[in-house]
Nanobody, 121 residues
Framework: VDLVESGGGLVQTGGSLRLSCAAS????????MAWFRQAPGKEREFVAA????????TYADSVKGRFTIVRDNSKPTMYLQMNSLKPEDTAVYYC???????????????WGQGTQVTVSS
């Protein structure tokens, strides 16, 4: 399985960005996917996850109401729409995939290389 993120960049506080994660490999469209992030000097943390059907999602409290996770299994690609960005959202954002829901929330099996998001104050 290969996961490739894109869409990161520099944005001002209050701005928006959309991250993409292109997946390739066997049956990727059938597995849950997630976004994690890691800020400098901090541990990697969960951001959001989505089941293969796209009908079930979950978010970290810190991004709830500002970020939206969606997926297009026909491509297959996952997206993270980030609105009302804050300086504390600055981090490297990673795309992740796992074979089961419980694992994708904490310890995914596959990771992308990450994309940098920087929010200036």
């Amino acid at each position: 399985v290969d996961l490739v993120e894109s869409g990161g960049g520099l944005v001002q506080t209050g701005g928006s960005l959309r991250l993409s994660c292109a997946a390739s490999g066997r049956i990727v469209g059938a597995y849950p996917m997630a976004w994690f992030r890691q800020a400098p000097g901090k541990e990697r943390e969960f951001v959001a996850a989505i089941k293969w059907s796209g009908g079930s999602t979950t978010y970290a409290d810190s991004v709830k109401g500002r970020f939206t996770i969606v997926r297009d299994n026909s491509k297959p690609t996952m997206y993270l729409q980030m609105n009302s960005l804050k300086p504390e959202d600055t981090a490297v954002y990673y795309c992740a995939l796992s074979t089961v829901w419980s694992r994708v929330l904490k310890s995914p099996d596959y990771w992308g290389q990450g994309t940098q998001v920087t929010v200036s104050s």
